[in-house]
Structures are given as structure tokens and as C-alpha cells.
């Protein structure tokens, strides 16, 4: 496993995170009323959420386990590796619904779950970040 390039893969979460932070808007509606703000928001997500997915896949890459069959499949692995938590892979997981959806278009992008994500599940990354910090030492 290359730490170096975990560690500025968590640096770049970090950085995704932060932009989200600041111009997480405070009311659904003024997402709804303003482009840009979604597009910030939105990309900024999705950069996060495959962070995590390439993280974890780097991490997986050098162990016994085989390489995930999908995205989502990451956390679960990562998990049985006891390098997070249950609950941590079930959320990410959700998050690359998320980001499938965003990227492909595979539906209409609902701004109230961006919202919701932005406002209310942005520890989900933070813990993450903070459970790969612990493989590094």
C-alpha cells in the first residue's frame, strides 16, 4: 500500500469537504434557486465519494482479498478487512447511489437529497478519512 498516495488522496477528501462545507447553502430552497451553488456542491460530492471508492479500492489492491465487483462493493470489502465500521461502509455505499446518479444521469438529481447529504452526512467522509489515518500509523 502507498501511503503517500493515501495520504493525498485524504488531503484532496479534505479539501472536497471543506468546499462543501462552505457553500452548503442554509435552506433547500436556496439550493434550488441557484446553478452554480448546485454545480459546487454537487461535483464536490461527487469527487468525495470516489476518493473514498479510490482509497479504498488502493487498499484492497494490495491485500488477499480480489477486487471489488462494483463501487459500492468497496466498503463491504473494507469492512470485512476490519478497516471500517458496518456503519460506515453502509453509508458510503449509499453515497455511490448517489454519485451514480449524478455522474450518469440515471435519474433526475433530486436537490433535496444533495441537500440533505451536504447539510447532514458529511461526517460520513470524516469518519472514513479518520478510519484509513489508522492503517497509516
Not at 34 to 63: F, K, W
Not at 85 to 100: I, P, T
Not at 109 to 131: G, H, M, S, T
Request: aromatic share 8%.
Amino acid at each position: 500500500m502507498d501511503q503517500r498516495l493515501i495520504i493525498e488522496k485524504l488531503e484532496s477528501l479534505r479539501r472536497c469537504i471543506d468546499r462543501v462545507e462552505l457553500k452548503c447553502p442554509e435552506s433547500y430552497e436556496e439550493l434550488m434557486d441557484d446553478p452554480d451553488l448546485q454545480d459546487i456542491v454537487s461535483v464536490n460530492l461527487e469527487r468525495a465519494i470516489q476518493l473514498c471508492v479510490d482509497i479504498g479500492s488502493h487498499i484492497i489492491a494490495g491485500s488477499e482479498y480480489g477486487a471489488p465487483v462494483t463501487m459500492a462493493e468497496t466498503f463491504d470489502i473494507l469492512h470485512k478487512m476490519g478497516h471500517i465500521e458496518q456503519d460506515s461502509a453502509n453509508h458510503l455505499k449509499k453515497a455511490v447511489g448517489f454519485r451514480n446518479i449524478a455522474v450518469h444521469t440515471y435519474q433526475k438529481i433530486n436537490w433535496e437529497i444533495v441537500f440533505n447529504i451536504c447539510r447532514y452526512r458529511l461526517d460520513d467522509f470524516k469518519n472514513f478519512a479518520r478510519q484509513v489515518n489508522t492503517l497509516l500509523g
